[in-house]
C-alpha cells in the first residue's frame, strides 16, 4: 500500500523546535528527485493551509508566516521529506500533513493541495507554555 507517513510532532515550548519527517512508505512507492514534496497544516476549526514545498528538480516555497523559521529539505534517495521548525509560537500549533505529487509543478502552484496526489495521516504539533 503507498503511502506517506509523518513523525516528529510533539508538545514544545513557544521558541522551541521540532523536526518533522515525513517518507513514503510500500513496497513499489517511490518518491524521486523529479516528484514535489510539501508540507501543510490544519489547526482546529480553520482550513488546511501550505506551509512549505520542494519542488522537483529544485526550488523551495514557503508560506509568508513561516519564513525565516522553518525550512524545508529532502532526501530522494530516501523518499522523505523533512520540515525543520524554529522559534516555534502558538500559532503553529496544528496537525502537520505530508503531500507529494508524481511529477512536478511550476513554483507559483506549490502552495495548491490539488497539485498533490498522496497525502500522509499527518502529526500533530502543539505549540505551549
Known amino acids: 500500500q503507498e503511502q506517506l507517513v509523518e513523525s516528529g510532532g510533539g508538545l514544545m515550548q513557544p521558541g522551541g523546535s521540532l523536526r518533522l519527517s515525513c517518507a513514503a512508505s510500500?513496497?513499489?512507492?517511490?518518491?524521486?528527485?523529479?516528484?514535489?514534496m510539501a508540507w501543510f497544516r490544519q489547526a482546529p476549526g480553520k482550513d488546511r493551509e501550505f506551509v512549505a514545498a520542494?519542488?522537483?528538480?529544485?526550488?523551495?516555497s514557503y508560506a509568508e508566516s513561516v519564513k525565516g523559521r522553518f525550512t524545508i529539505s529532502r532526501d530522494n534517495a530516501k523518499s522523505t521529506v523533512f520540515l525543520q521548525m524554529n522559534f516555534l509560537n502558538p500559532e503553529d500549533t496544528a496537525v502537520y500533513y505530508c503531500?507529494?505529487?508524481?511529477?512536478?509543478?511550476?513554483?507559483?502552484?506549490?502552495?495548491?493541495?490539488?497539485?498533490?496526489?498522496?497525502w500522509g495521516r499527518g502529526t500533530q504539533v502543539t505549540v505551549s507554555s
Open positions: 503531500a507529494a505529487s508524481k511529477g512536478r509543478t511550476i513554483l507559483s502552484n506549490l502552495w495548491r493541495p490539488d497539485q498533490y496526489d498522496y
Open positions: 510500500g513496497r513499489t512507492f517511490v518518491v524521486g528527485r523529479s516528484d514535489d
Open positions: 520542494s519542488r522537483g528538480g529544485g526550488g523551495t
